[in-house]
Every structure is written in C-alpha cells, then in structure tokens.
C-alpha cells in the first residue's frame, strides 16, 4: 500500500504500535552483525574490530559495530510508524546489554572448545567470570609495525574492555534516539515530515569596527536593533497570516525576507518551519530565534501554530487528499 495516498482512516488504522516487530528486527540485525564479526574473527588474520580503538580510549570499533547490531531497530520503528518511546529505548539498551554479553560467552565457549580440542586443557575448566577476568587483564597495545602486542595491562585493561562494551551498546541507542526526537503524529501513528519555509534576518552581518571610533559603533549598534525590530514585525505579520490561514500572506513575508542561505549566515535569524504529517496533512509552523552556528548553535521556540491540511497543502502548493 502507498501510505503517502491512503485516505487517512485507512492510514489511521494501519499497525497499532507493533513494538515486537521493531524487537524482532533489531534482534535479527544483532545476530546477523554478531555472525559477520564473529565469521571474520575465525575466517580472516589479525581482524578484530571490537579492539579497534582511536586515540586509545574511543572504541571506534565497537561503536561500528553496536550501531549495525541496532540498526533494525530503527529501521523498522521508520517503516512500520511505531513511535520510539523511553519503554522500547530502555528495551534496546536491555537487549543490547544481553547481545553483548552472549557475545562474549559464545566467545568464551569457543575458546574454551578449542583447547579442549588441543588437549591444552588442565584442570578444571575456569567460569565464564573467570575467563572475561583474565581477557581484561590480558588486554595490551599492539605496538604499530610490531607483530606481537605489548605488554599486559593488567587491572587497567578492564578500563579498555568496558569503554568497548559501552561503545557497542550505548552506541546502539544512537539511531532509536534521533528517532525518538523527530515529531509523531499520533492519529496516523507515523513520522512526520519537516521542511524550513524561510528565515527571517534578526540582525545584520558582524562588522569590523575599531574600538576606538564611538560613531561607528554606534551606528552598528542602531543596525543591530533595527534588524531585531524588523524581525519582530515580520514575526507579527506572519502570525496574523498564519491565524487567518492566508498562505498566500506568509509566502509574500517569507520571500521578502531574502535568501535562506544568506540569512542562515546572519548571528541572529527567525527561522520558520512546517511540521506536517504526509497521510492527514496537518501540521504546525514553528518560529524559532536562532543565533550561532555549529555545535554553537542555539535555537530558542518563539511560537508553534497548529494548521490544518489546507494550509499544509497551500504552504507545500499541492492539492489535498480527500477525507
């Protein structure tokens, strides 16, 4: 079935929230990744990616292979509509704590088989506690162009061992979690979609201007503010438009603002957006004081209008579905 064209009762009553299918996905993902590791472990030399680390205390390696492991979590939570929530990201952590730990048992059973195998078994055979305690004090560097590791590094290598558990499984929670942040229209129980209508200039680009010359402080001071006065009346106008469900109004503000490009540039800019769900096509425009950029960024909600379809439709300049 196209979900994009389904009426929305259809669309409504599709999959309530088939959790078990998301926990199923992820469980095939983490046993088909933790077959290929372990495949490549046997089949391949000097190829163990759970110990590749950077920078000596990232576990790089493990986080690669946490997020594959998880994947179907995501993926699934994506194709079906059912919402991430904090129960199932609390299952995935749970589930990903509990693939890990099999991992290293199977490991453990492994190495165990094998020297049995090789008549190099003497005495009683060590527990599973005790075999994870000897790996984690027998961690060691190998030394780069060196064929053999380095030294043991004794208690300090359980420091090395645990950053890789927690890199396979909290780096599965990476996926599931964005998730859980992108809006959910509950009445059709699928992700919505966002897109940026335009944004409003609040300031004027940074100026060079020398301390010591007041005049011309000044008058970049008296541009900051008339920037920020315009934006606040352009922020009015759009509200007013919004509320009487003229689009034709709030495109005309929005293309006299300028460039998006540009005016993401600025160290102040309003930012409009529409949230709106594909299958009942309602939604909301959300304004928003942005100011920085990067991982400097800040973005402080001005305001959030609920809209209906029409609006949606006339914003995105399609034709609505029929109810």
Not at 113 to 119: I, V
Request: hydrophobic share 45%; with cysteine; charged share 15%.
């Amino acid at each position: 079935m196209d979900y994009e064209s389904a009426p929305i009762d259809e669309a409504a009553s599709r999959s309530g929230k088939p959790y078990l299918t998301v926990l199923l996905s992820g469980l095939f993902t983490t046993a088909l990744t933790l077959a290929g590791v372990y495949w490549l472990g046997r089949n391949t030399d000097d190829f163990h990616i759970m110990g590749w680390y950077a920078n000596y205390v990232i576990p790089a390696g493990a986080m690669i292979v946490g997020i594959a492991a998880a994947s179907g979590y995501a993926l699934t939570s994506w194709l079906t509509g059912t919402r991430i929530s904090r129960g199932l990201l609390l299952a995935v952590l749970l589930l990903q704590t509990g693939a890990y730990v099999t991992a290293e048992y199977i490991e453990y059973r492994d190495v165990m088989d094998g020297l049995r195998g090789r008549g190099l078994m003497f005495g009683p055979e060590p527990s599973f506690p005790q075999y994870y305690d000897f790996k984690a004090r027998s961690f060691a560097w190998k030394k780069q162009g060196a064929n053999q590791a380095g030294e043991a590094l004794g208690g300090w290598g359980y420091v090395f061992v645990l950053l890789g558990a927690a890199g396979f499984i909290l780096s599965g929670l990476i996926a599931p979690a964005l998730l859980y942040a992108v809006p959910y229209c509950e009445r059709c129980q699928r992700y919505m979609s966002r897109k940026v209508l335009g944004v409003l200039p609040a300031s004027v680009p940074v100026k060079k201007v020398a301390k010591g010359d007041a005049a011309a402080q000044e008058a970049h001071a008296r541009e900051q503010q008339q920037a920020a006065e315009g934006a606040e009346g352009a922020v009015a106008r759009l509200r007013a438009a919004i509320a009487a469900g003229q689009t034709d109004a709030v495109q005309q503000e929005l293309l006299a603002a300028g460039a998006v490009k540009a005016n993401e540039k600025l160290p102040q800019r309003v930012r409009v957006s529409l949230t709106w769900c594909k299958s009942c096509q309602e939604g909301r425009v959300t304004m928003a004081l942005v100011s920085g950029a990067g991982q400097a960024l800040q973005a402080t909600t001005l305001s959030e209008h609920p809209v209906p379809a029409t609006f949606v439709c006339g914003m995105l300049e399609t034709e609505p579905r029929p109810a």
